[in-house]
DNA sequence: GCCTACTCACTTCC
DNA sequence: CGGAAGTGAGTAGG
């Protein structure tokens, strides 16, 4: 803000009506001057049309918070000393390999300026290496936006695979999201810096987020804590706040009985915060904002908080679009305190978010309220979780004949090639323990975060097997706990049956696997012959595009860097048809934009190692989003002239880097 | 440019 | 499972 104007004058006051605000008394917060007077604000709703806010609240009010005997500590002391972390006490017992990973990068110390300072120098050199003009940090587009938010999750994810196995030095382990969020925003990994208001270009209506700080690197809400974020703008000298996006959290009782309805409960007040006494809100900062807005009628991004039913002490975010504020009133909350109201409307002809959301909580509930619903469950009961068939587009009744299976089907005894019998840990199998032979085989690592979550592509994810001794609980056996999400098989309206979730899905997910007859002809000739005719036929054989997934080494200072290659390595080539028999896995749809990839899983059964396929999420995926993964390329019908080759197919993916045919 | 206040986080521990 | 407490990060404004 600009000093020159007005010397003696409070700056943010310059902006007051002054017709209205002479004959108001202010609002206040703790207020032992001016107690609330019998004239002040009554509560309950204003009738319309009346004017409920008062500008006032400005910085000669802010003394009275401000704590005289708080001193700022002298010159040179910082009051961020980096304080020795105690090791996890769970991870004690077990004999952990030394350190090879160090302190991340980024401004985690602040205790030397000059070395944060190169640090930052050197961490924008490799918003290059990551793909991020300066432009696209400013304004992003769908494919900057997506780009942020994989190496986002990639770096969160590693960051918390390193703090489960207890490799981190001084005080990192804990907050994999903000610690992630801030190497990002220090290396310039992020976009739609210009906050703006309206859309943000590469956010969609609809997209799911995980993290607030997801929030802030693709510009969506700038804010890492602060439900309101705004802007200010010029009028003429005036300068004023607008509101340009609210996150809006069930706790806060923001609920409207419409869809389309969201009833704000303005910042600050201590309102729900415990230890604190409740207090009146004032009109500044985001309160001043949103009253601003209502005025002006701009429009205000929502992104409203929902609770993950998957993990409840977690929360998911959903951006539902673009709102206008219509109502605001003030009203009197629990502790009888003042408590500004918003009524935001949603404004039309936008893609429906939260109302799925809404419509997914119905059919949980009662599934026969899905319309379209033929089946309810197409694994007639070989999954823990119904599979609901649905056709709401056409009369097809039901998908070609199969029959469900969860798994793989070895057409003959597989001949033994190695013989090996899994770890023998007595116990859940720990990361670093290289006494444990799956460990052992993922170069010491667990594949997974402690959710399930896979961390990084591998050529090759060792998981335990029902030979190893360890407990069934073991975090490395995530593919062969069956369905976690709630799936349906659905027709789509040009490219037949496909696959969905009602649940929200986050980046790294399992989906499923690949189930089937393997195909074993004794010959690899025949069995690719095969693999080309039949519709449903999984070929690890195919041409595969890479794409990049994994976290970017040195974003993290790794001394050696566990950058383990992103291209499969298969022992041998694996064909699996699902056309007599599978899962889920044979109704996903290819895209060349997918939101699945397959992962090669190898587990011991029996005695001898078994080859699985399984699929992971790429992304967040919404609910009722289509699961696609990228089919491949037949090595036959690489490079050929124009024109779809024979045995391939005219690909309806829809996306913009369509290679034009799959298969 | 540094510093501090402010905030509808998130995890872990009990 | 629910609540409490601790440890946080970006941004605005001084």
Redesign the pocket.
Known sequence: ?EGGLGQNS???SSSFDKSTVLDVKPLRCMLPIFPMSSQGPSSGQYPSGFAPFFPFG??QE?HA???PD?D??P?GV???VP?P?PL??FRSPIASTPPKHRALRG??S?SS?RKT?QSQESLMDLSSVVGISPAQRADGNREVVNLVLMEFDALRRRISQL?DAGEFVS??T??????S??VL??AGIRTN?N?RVGAVPGVEIGDIF?????L?VV?LH???????????IKDGLEEE?LAVS???????D?HADDDDVLI????????GK??RVACDQKLQ??NLALERSSRRHNEVRVIR?MKDTA?????I?VYDGLYKIQDSWIEKGKHGSVVFKYKLVRMPRQRSAFSVWKSVEKWKTDSSSRTGLILSDLSSGAESVPVPLVNDVDHERLPGGFTYFHSLRYPKPVSLMQSSNGCNCTKPCVPGDLNCSCIRRNEGDLPYT?NGILVSRKSLVHECGPTCRCFPNCKNRVSQMGLKHAFEVFKTSDRGWGLRSWDPIRAGSFISEYAGEVIDKGNLHQNEELAMKDEHAFNTNQIYPPFKWNHTPQLLEEVSSNDSSEDYDIPSPLVISAKECGNVARFMNHSCSPNVFWQPVVYEENNQSFLHIAFFSLKHIPPMTELTYDYGVSHSDRAEGSGIPSGRKKCLCGSSKCRGSFG
Request: contains cysteine.
């Open positions: 803000m409070v700056p943010s400005g910085p802010s918070w401000t704590d708080q700022t500590p010159s910082t009051l961020n304080m972390t996890r006490s401004s985690s602040r300026k300072q703090a005080g990192v804990k907050r994999g999201d903000l610690k969020g801030n925003m220090t810096m906050k995980f993290f607030r700080m997801e802030c510009g700038a804010q890492s804590m602060g439900g309101i974020d705004s802007l200010t706040p609210i996150v809006s959290s069930y706790e806060y923001d704000y409960s303005g910042q600050s007040g201590n309102f415990r230890d900062g985001g908080g993990n409840p002490s977690a929360k975010y402690g």
